[in-house]
T-cell receptor, first 111, second 112 residues
């Protein structure tokens, strides 16, 4: 099956930028997503990018997609303590039957 | 209010005792899925359904059953739970392919 990989942990200082990276294997991925999971809660969609785009910006969030290297990143500017959560990268295969998730990156924001 | 409701939120059971985790959505979504979340493994899809009476296996279907008799409900059935099914389970729904997935709050299952 398809594979999506992320590093498990990231710590940053409050006010710094965070960059969470993701790699995927499915060359036919059409949509790539970032979901956020706060403690004790389900996942919520943060943002997504079409595979024919290189970049998408939404307030403090910037998504970069390098389709050649199958690399996706999420940059959070001015990271706040409320951004502490697990962030999941996910890709939707061309048939769109399912979402494939990465392992999740636990972001810890230090004061 | 758009909702995906799972019940129960927490469940401790013994090996071999059949159980059902319910999932209900009020958004008229066609796609529904069950995932399990385990540390370091992310979310892995158990089963999915693209419409009423249409279900298919995901990546880790062994030991689970599902049914989709009505559009709004997609129960997950463990006929004979085992300790390796101890996990956090999520139901998710989508309107269609390549659209946002909405998740339930999760069901923490412990099998002893």
């Amino acid at each position: 099956g398809e594979d999506v990989e992320q590093s498990l942990f990231l710590s940053v200082r409050e006010g710094d930028s965070s960059v969470i990276n993701c790699t995927y294997t499915d060359s036919s991925s059409t949509y790539l997503y970032w979901y956020k999971q706060e403690p004790g809660a389900g996942l919520q969609l943060l943002t997504y990018i079409f595979s024919n785009m290189d970049m998408k910006q939404d307030q403090r969030l910037t998504v970069l997609l390098n389709k050649k290297d199958k690399h996706l990143s999420l940059r959070i500017a001015d990271t706040q303590t409320g951004d502490s959560a697990i962030y999941f990268c996910a890709e939707s295969e061309s048939s769109a039957r399912q979402l494939t998730f990465g392992s999740g990156t636990q972001l810890t924001v230090l004061p | 209010e758009a909702q995906v409701t799972q019940n129960p939120r927490y469940l401790i059971t013994v090996t071999g005792k059949k159980l059902t985790v319910t999932c209900s959505q009020n958004m008229n979504h066609e796609y529904m899925s069950w995932y399990r979340q385990d540390p370091g493994l992310g979310l892995r899809q158990i089963y999915y359904s693209m419409n009423v009476e249409v279900t298919d296996k995901g990546d880790v279907p062994e030991g689970y059953k599902v049914s989709r008799k009505e559009k709004r409900n997609f129960p997950l059935i463990l006929e004979s739970p085992s300790p390796n099914q101890t996990s956090l389970y999520f139901c998710a729904t989508r309107w269609g392919g390549n659209t946002e997935a909405f998740f339930g709050q999760g069901t923490r299952l412990t099998v002893v």
